[in-house]
């Protein structure tokens, strides 16, 4: 019997009549089995590939045949701007076998709020911050509003596994499962990953319910690519109108400055461009988003802000400026067009310099192979731990240690976690008044009230540091968006100017008691420089691709003349080198450098042993490590490395410190500064080097 057959007939009869269909598609089909079956479930499937409906629809059978008290389906989104893009559909799903949904996040008003709380919807969409507010604010009634709830559906749930807001998220869930009668059944929909099924261990938690990942086979498909260099952001930008011309295009750029300046170096050249970043105004956004739907000759630049399953309609063309640093967002990121039938997936890599040309073709090539980026199974999220330690305090008013220790090992991302360590932590956070204790029962300390309690706890809901943000807003009050401080602390009144939402703009005046900053229009603009001083690594398979590229000489038709002949310079610069037997390592008299190519991980691994072995100044990036000081020689390097390709050496308490006292102090999350400082060094160590695989590569 199919999937569809087991559906209640209202759900028939409705997806016939209402939607027009006649059949599911194959994920649909599989996923809705599996669902149906009570089985947790990772469904996984491209942009617009049915993913939505594979978990829906079998979950709405469920309610159909039993309506449930309270909420019944919980459908999870990592940002704001999926759930309001999937509001409506969601909404049509629920309202055409009767049911009703509720969308809860911070811009949804308390009177909307309070109705539902009153008369709960059948399905609730939120976001993993909003549920964590629900569990803590006294006015949720927890108990009520969850009690018979059956199911979890988290969306894009590959951005979320092995990341911090992951780790948070399978905090709520934990907490929240307890309110339930049920088992709750757990679906994550997801993008291509190297390894779904641990993403449906993470997932699975404290659900003693079966498992199965949904990945129908796909069927090979025409891609159209093109990989082109130019010699600076006009000639880029200028390419990118004349192919976009006509057409509705995404354009992806790796930051926010540069897409502020392709975005200006567009207009004028008779397309609608719109700007879609992180710092431009939710309401500035939304009305790009609104006319570039209703638009046919139109491109959105943006960031990765647009890569997630928000849906801006049918794609003629994505391009991208250099390139992605995964093939995950290359996938995801070209699954946005070739929908339409006689339309092919397509991506037009727009280079500015040689490098970024290498990277697009070994992202091609990896991809073209099957290969794709594992998730990380984190076990010891320091941040996070400390993040729930506070909220429960919150929740509960005070709560024992104990209790906290029984709830939070049942979080996967804890469980490398020993009691022992989670003890130290405690008595750390007592010291530092981070935690109060008194009658066996720990509550919120002082500065942990000082440090998050502003506008009612908010700075605690989000895990992620949020960096003071000034509003941008022009002279007649219109709100263009935001600009961090450091970048306000350069301006200066009635002569700086910068780009934002791809215009330029000069300011007035800075208010810092309002954190705002008032501007005008201005004729040009220089870039703001839009903060972020941690480096972006690249990961050892791209790399190694990238130097796999560099030996051998086969010719990619994707790449024009220009990126081709780059490619052969650099093949004629390094290729013989990185041929050789042994490690490639050029001398220039005290100074060497040696091109690993093994990615930003494992080279400043290798950094931080090259300064404890030998104490030579060693600069390190994704592809090489310049090495230099007194005795640099090829035997001195080489001794050097032997050493380090041993764990003993790394294992030896003297060199750990040495290590870990090098470390810069970058400040990966606001929960560090609660942490003992061996554990917050932890957080960076984990972020910054990799010790197993540097040496399993140096083996190797």
């Not at 929909?189 to 949904?214: C, F, H, M, Y």
Request: hydrophobic share 40%.
């Amino acid at each position: 019997m199919s999937a569809f057959a087991r559906f209640p007939p209202r759900l028939q009869e409705a997806i016939v009549s209402r939607l027009g269909w006649t059949s599911l598609r194959p994920v649909q089909e599989l996923a809705s089995e599996a669902i149906l079956d009570g089985k947790n479930a990772v469904v996984l499937a491209p942009t617009a590939g049915g993913k939505t409906e594979a978990s829906m629809f079998p979950a709405l059978a469920n309610l159909v045949e039993r309506e449930p008290e309270g909420v019944g389906v919980i459908y999870i989104a990592p940002i704001k701007a999926l759930l309001n893009n999937q509001e409506d559909r969601l909404g049509t799903y629920a309202e055409m076998v009767g049911l009703r949904r509720f969308v809860w996040h911070g811009d949804v008003n308390d009177a909307a709020k309070r109705k539902f709380i009153r008369e709960p919807a059948e399905i609730l969409m939120t976001t993993p911050e909003s549920l964590e507010v629900m569990l803590v604010s006294p006015r949720s009634p927890v108990q009520r509003l969850f009690k018979d709830l059956r199911f979890l559906v988290i969306d894009e749930v590959h951005a979320l596994a092995g990341t911090d807001r992951g780790a948070h998220l399978m905090s709520v869930i934990e907490r929240l499962a307890p309110a339930s009668q049920n088992d709750i059944q757990r679906v994550g929909l997801s993008a291509t990953v190297g390894n779904p099924d641990q993403i449906l261990r993470w997932l699975k938690g404290s659900s003693e319910r079966e498992g199965v990942v949904v990945d129908p086979p796909k069927a090979l498909a025409k891609r159209d690519l093109f990989v082109g260099l130019y010699d600076s952001v006009v000639g880029l930008a200028g390419e990118a109108a004349a192919r976009a011309s006509g057409k509705k295009s995404l354009f992806f750029c790796q930051s926010r400055a540069l897409t502020e300046m392709v975005a200006e170096r567009m207009r004028g050249r008779s397309i609608d461009v719109f700007v879609h970043h992180s710092s431009v105004s939710l309401e500035e956004r939304r009305a790009a988003e609104e006319r570039f739907a209703h638009g046919t000759n139109a491109c959105i630049v943006c960031t990765s802000t647009l890569e997630l399953g928000i849906d801006v309609g049918d794609l003629d063309r994505v391009f991208q400026a250099n390139a992605p640093s995964t093939v995950s967002s290359f996938m995801q990121r070209m699954g946005r067009t070739g929908r339409r039938g006689g339309t092919s997936a397509n991506t037009t890599f727009l280079c500015e310099d040689s490098e970024a040309v290498l990277q697009a073709i070994a992202l091609i090539e990896l991809a073209r192979e099957g290969w794709v980026e594992r998730v990380a199974d984190q076990q010891r999220c320091w941040p996070v731990l400390v993040h729930q330690l506070l909220a429960l305090t919150l929740q509960h008013g005070a709560i024992s240690a104990e209790r906290c220790w029984e709830q939070l090992t049942r979080v996967p991302d804890f469980r490398a976690i020993s009691r022992p360590e989670f003890d130290e932590t405690i008595e750390h956070m007592k010291k530092e008044d981070f935690l109060f204790e008194a009658g066996g029962l720990l509550s919120m300390g002082q500065n942990a009230e000082k440090a998050f309690g502003k506008k009612n706890f908010l700075e605690l809901y989000a895990v992620f540091s949020s960096p003071v943000l000034y509003r941008v807003v022009t002279t007649g009050g219109r709100d263009l968006g935001s600009l961090e401080q450091n970048f306000v602390d350069r301006l200066v009144e009635d002569m700086s100017s910068f780009l934002l939402g791809g215009r330029a703009w000069t300011v007035e005046r800075v208010s810092h008691d309002e954190r705002v900053v008032i501007v005008r229009e201005a004729p040009g603009g220089r870039k703001p420089s839009w903060g972020g001083f941690v480096p972006q690594h690249l990961g050892f398979e791209l790399c190694q691709k990238m130097k796999r590229i560099l030996t051998d000489a086969h010719r990619f038709p994707y790449v024009d003349e220009p990126g081709s002949k780059h490619l052969d310079e650099k093949r004629a610069d390094l290729g013989d080198l990185l041929r050789r037997s042994g490690h490639a390592v050029q001398l220039d008299g005290s100074i060497a450098r040696w091109w690993t190519f093994a990615g930003g991980r494992i080279n400043h691994t290798l950094k931080y042993g090259f300064e404890v072995a030998a104490g030579w100044k060693v600069i390190a990036d994704n592809f090489q490590l310049r090495i230099e000081g007194d005795g640099v020689g090829h035997e001195s390097v080489r001794a050097a490395i032997g050493k380090m390709a041993s764990a003993t050496f790394w294992d030896t308490p003297e060199v750990r410190r040495a290590v870990l006292a090098r470390l810069p102090g970058y400040r990966l999350s606001k929960f560090q500064d609660c942490l003992p400082e061996k554990f917050a060094l932890e957080v960076i160590e984990s972020y910054l080097i990799d010790v197993s695989g540097t040496v399993r590569w140096l083996a190797s």
